[in-house]
């Protein structure tokens, strides 16, 4: 009986430890998908910013574009050092691309279209969604 308790036990710390380390592991992967089906973005005079202490990208968006929602933008055109919007680390030099030429461009205005109902899809499918940040991105998407 105790064998059966202990085998037990290690089979569910397993599979905890298995399970924690798999969940970001695979939201990243969901990143790095969206960002290798969208590359139409011009660069073409982008700014860039450096991460300090406390920086979100929503807070980065709203300085850079006056609106929070658009932080998928800056996250595609900076792909080689975001992965997850949750990790960005001080020092990161992010890629801020302007925002009305790419608008006014078809491909990168379907680029960035792609990209925000992506990031909306993402946020449906975690396990407590935020519907403010669904239904903000799925706007800008239609404004595009």
Known sequence: MKKVLLTTAL??????????KAGPKDMDERYINLYDANTGLDLTGAGTYKVKTGDTLSDISRHA?????????IMLASRGV???PDKIQPGMELTIPDLER????????????????GFANIEKNKANPNKTLIDGFKQRASEL
């Open 65 to 73: 574009y006056n609106d929070g929602f658009y932080y998928p933008v």
């Open 102 to 117: 790419n608008k006014a461009n078809d491909n990168s205005r379907k680029s960035m279209k792609n990209c925000l109902n």
């Open 11 to 20: 089979i569910v710390c397993v599979m905890l430890t298995v399970s924690c």
């Open 82 to 84: 975001v992965v997850n």
